[in-house]
Each structure stands twice: as structure tokens, then as C-alpha cells.
């Protein structure tokens, strides 16, 4: 995150609260996660005149519109690439990316790696609930085979794909896991995420308790354990190993990976600082040089 829009002012969660009421379903996970938005906001004393909510399409997608900040409702899958040209622009401002599995691995998952590769300077959080829920439960990438769904009633043909393992390989420079129904470790995983300058990326676990019949609290309780404390953050090859589970299956929380490493914004800024870029510089010196 850009430092100029952290610790400038003194707020409380609910300051954070746009005027347009929550839509998901009673018993939603993301209901957590948009409280631990909240308070992540609030201890990091983000301003909201500094802060830009970016969003695909899906339920988790309606995010932004419960953020007061500015916002865009982009499409299916883009929201990331229309964050990276927001982040250019202004890169003092604040990005905070959120959307859901399919939004992000499925119709998106072509802008994923580049997000994390060229490190641009913000904050992705998806929203993993393994459904696509706002078209009323179809099968999504993180979907285990075991899920009878709209377009799979006999269960799924494939693996689910492992949203971490990718983006610790795609060189994502914070990477993080929740869970919804641990709302305090999530609104801390965010918080560090929003602080650090890089690409940052946290998957929360989400019970879709309308469509999705297998994933549910209970479930997920079961699938997730502590990252170790003694855990280097800095080591690459313990965090996918972490990222890949344990004998016993278990998904890690936490923090898995964290290190610096340039930004786009900034190396872009260099090299415009090499050649001596301003924006008075005369671009008939440009279209000269395609004179015959
Ligand atoms: C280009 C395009 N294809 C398909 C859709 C239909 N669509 C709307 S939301 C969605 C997926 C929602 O699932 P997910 O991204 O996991 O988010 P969730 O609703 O579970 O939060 C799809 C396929 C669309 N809006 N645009
Ligand atoms: S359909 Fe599922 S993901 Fe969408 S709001 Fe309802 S419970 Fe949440």
C-alpha cells in the first residue's frame, strides 16, 4: 500500500461503512471478511479519501459498495488489470482488490501471475468459498470433486487447483491464508497485507452456506491450522510447502510469505527518471522520428 494513505486518520470500524446495505445471505462468510476489512482499515488508520475498492463480478464482488472509499464495480475477472492501471496512475493511492475463486482463477486467471510477477504495489483478497455463488452454485476452480453442483451433479471431473501454491510461483510478495469464521487472524492477515508495499495476496476460506453443501463452517474448522511460529517467512520453498498441506491435509492460516522487492510503479518511475521523462517533454521529438 502506498504510505501516503496509511495511519493519517483516527477512525472506527463502522466509520468505514458506506451508506448501502449488506446483501449476502444470513450465515455468509463474507460477512467476516468485510468486518475484518473493516478494522484492518480502521487500525492502520487508512484515509478513505486515499483509498481505492476495485471488484470483479460475483457475490464477493459487491464489496466495494460497503467500503466508503472509491470504488469500481469492474468485470467477470478484471478486476486486477483495471487495479494495475488505477495503481499507475495514482500510486498514492490505496488499492484493495477483492473478488471470488471463479472471478479469480477461473475467467481471471490469466492476469493473475502477471498481478504478482510485476509486484504492483497492492492489496488482493479473495474471497474462496469453491462455488460460484452469485449464479447460483456452479462448480469453481477451488471446488473439490466430492461437490454435487449445478453444472456437475455427479460431482466434479477434476482437481481443484491450489490458489496459494500458484501465487507463491507467480512471485507474489506477501501471501496469506484465513479463514471467515476467524475473523480476528484475518482482519490482522489484511492489515499486514494493506501495509506492505508489493503485491499482497490473501485467500479467505467462506462458507457458501445457500449453495455450497461440503465447504461449510464445520468443514473448514477441520481443514485449517496455525501457521508454526517458528515458521521463516522469508523462506520460499517452506512456504510452498506449507501451501501444498500437511500429511494430514490440514490448510495452513496465516502468514505464509513475505519479502521486498520493487515495485512496478517504482522501477517504471525509474526508468522515466533515466531518460528524463516530464510531462512537458515536446512529442513532435517522437513523431520526428517516424519522418521518411
Ligand atoms: C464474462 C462473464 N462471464 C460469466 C458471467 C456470469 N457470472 C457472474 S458471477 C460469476 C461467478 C461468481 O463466482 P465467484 O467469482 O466465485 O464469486 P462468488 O459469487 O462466489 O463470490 C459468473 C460466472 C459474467 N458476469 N461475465
Ligand atoms: S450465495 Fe453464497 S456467497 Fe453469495 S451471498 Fe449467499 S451465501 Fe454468500
Not at 24 to 40: D, E, F, V
Not at 65 to 88: C, D, E, W
Request: proline share 7%.
Amino acid at each position: 500500500m502506498s504510505v501516503a494513505a496509511l495511519h493519517k486518520v483516527d477512525l472506527k470500524p463502522k466509520d468505514y461503512k458506506s451508506e448501502v446495505s449488506v446483501v449476502w445471505c444470513p450465515g455468509c462468510g463474507y460477512h467476516g471478511i468485510l468486518n475484518s476489512i473493516y478494522r484492518a482499515l480502521s487500525e492502520l488508520g487508512v484515509d478513505y479519501a486515499n483509498l481505492m475498492a476495485i471488484s470483479g463480478i460475483g457475490c464477493s464482488s459487491r464489496t466495494p459498495y460497503f467500503i466508503k472509499s472509491y470504488k469500481m464495480h469492474t468485470l467477470h475477472g478484471r478486476a486486477g488489470p483495471v487495479a494495475t492501471g488505477a495503481q499507475l496512475a495514482r500510486p498514492d493511492l490505496a488499492v484493495l482488490v477483492t473478488g471470488g475463486d471463479g472471478d479469480g482463477f477461473s475467467i481471471g486467471g490469466g492476469h493473475m501471475p502477471h498481478m504478482a510477477r510485476k509486484n504492483v504495489n497492492m492489496t488482493y483478497v479473495l474471497y474462496d468459498n469453491g462455488i460460484y455463488g452469485l449464479t447460483k452454485g456452479q462448480y469453481s476452480p477451488t471446488s473439490r470433486p466430492e461437490l454435487k453442483a449445478y453444472t456437475t451433479p455427479y460431482g466434479g471431473p477434476d482437481e481443484p487447483m491450489n490458489p496459494l501454491l500458484y501465487m507463491l510461483t507467480y512471485g507474489a510478495t506477501y501471501v496469506a491464508q484465513g479463514f471467515a469464521g476467524k475473523p480476528q487472524i484475518c482482519a490482522e492477515l489484511i492489515k499486514g497485507a494493506l501495509e506492505h508495499k508489493g503485491f499482497s495476496y490473501v485467500n479467505i476460506f467462506s462458507q457458501c452456506p445457500t449453495f455450497n453443501n461440503i465447504d461449510t463452517v464445520e468443514y473448514y474448522r477441520e481443514l485449517v491450522k496455525e501457521v508454526p511460529a517458528d515458521h521463516d517467512t522469508s523462506d520460499l520453498g517452506a512456504a510452498m510447502e506449507l501451501a501444498r498441506r500437511d500429511a494430514e491435509g490440514h490448510a495452513p492460516i496465516g502468514l505464509l510469505y513475505k519479502v521486498d522487492r520493487p515495485t512496478l510503479d517504482e522501477r517504471l518511475h525509474k526508468i522515466v527518471e533515466k531518460v528524463g521523462g516530464h510531462p512537458g517533454y515536446d512529442v513532435n521529438k517522437i513523431i520526428d522520428l517516424a519522418r521518411p
